[in-house]
């Protein structure tokens, strides 16, 4: 079984552009999750989706945006890119919204310049 | 959120030597997950800890959940270079929002 596909792998922005990373989540899970993960720290809670609705904000400005689809697939957007933007983005996907463990996908690494 | 933090933040081992990373809280925990990341990879789920004392074994890895559910810790026997990578603890909070801890990152030489 395919697991949590990311894409693109890497992206090279400009400040003030935006940007769309889209993640498809495991087949039956129903849930996804997305975390920043800045260079030498832990992955950062930004959303989380079940059912397609907002189930959780993490601490992160009104740039960040999401969505999740009816295939359970979603799409993580940021405008008025910032050079601080640039980290890894990891989509994670879980059966469930009762602390079921979370697999996570490969990340796009986002560069802003 | 559920801060924790993690000691040390960076251990360098021989391989063959035992490793242990903890995680404390200020407030208590409802359960608690581990995760490793090796150096350019992404998470991957260990263990989830639930219960207060809670000891749960994997091969060489061993986790433990506090009697008070503030703690825990991962402890590794005889690592090997396969050990390599990046340790959190992340406490669970509403649904399956995780917070992860900072991280111990182990380095395991010849």
């Known amino acids: 079984d395919a697991g949590v596909t990311q894409s693109p792998t890497h992206l090279i922005k400009t400040r003030g552009q935006h940007v769309t990373l889209r993640c498809s989540p495991i087949?039956?899970?129903?849930?996804v999750s997305w975390y920043q993960q800045v260079l030498g720290q832990g992955p950062q809670f930004i959303f989380q989706?079940?059912?397609?609705?907002?189930?959780g904000r993490g601490n992160f400005p009104d740039r960040f945006s999401a969505r999740q689809f009816p295939n359970y697939s979603s799409e993580l957007n940021v405008n008025a890119l910032l050079l601080g933007d640039s980290a890894l983005y990891l989509c994670?996907?879980?059966?469930?919204?009762?602390?079921?463990?979370?697999?996570f996908g490969n990340g796009t690494r986002l560069t802003v310049t | 959120g559920q801060q924790v933090m993690q000691i040390p933040q960076y251990q360098h081992v021989q391989e063959g030597e035992d490793f242990t990373t903890y995680c404390n809280s200020s407030t208590t925990l409802s359960n608690i997950q581990w995760y490793k990341q090796r150096p350019g990879g992404h998470p991957v789920f260990l263990i989830q800890l639930v219960k207060s004392g809670e000891v749960k074994k994997q091969k060489r890895l061993t986790f433990q959940f506090g009697e008070a559910k503030k703690n825990s810790s991962l402890h590794i026997t005889a690592t090997q270079t396969t050990d390599v990578g990046t340790y959190f603890c992340a406490p669970t909070g509403t649904a399956s929002k995780l917070t992860f801890g900072t991280g111990t990152r182990l380095q395991v030489t010849l």
């Open positions: 087949s039956g899970h129903k849930s």
């Open positions: 989706y079940y059912e397609k609705e907002e189930r």
């Open positions: 994670a996907s879980s059966a469930d919204v009762n602390n079921s463990p979370l697999h």
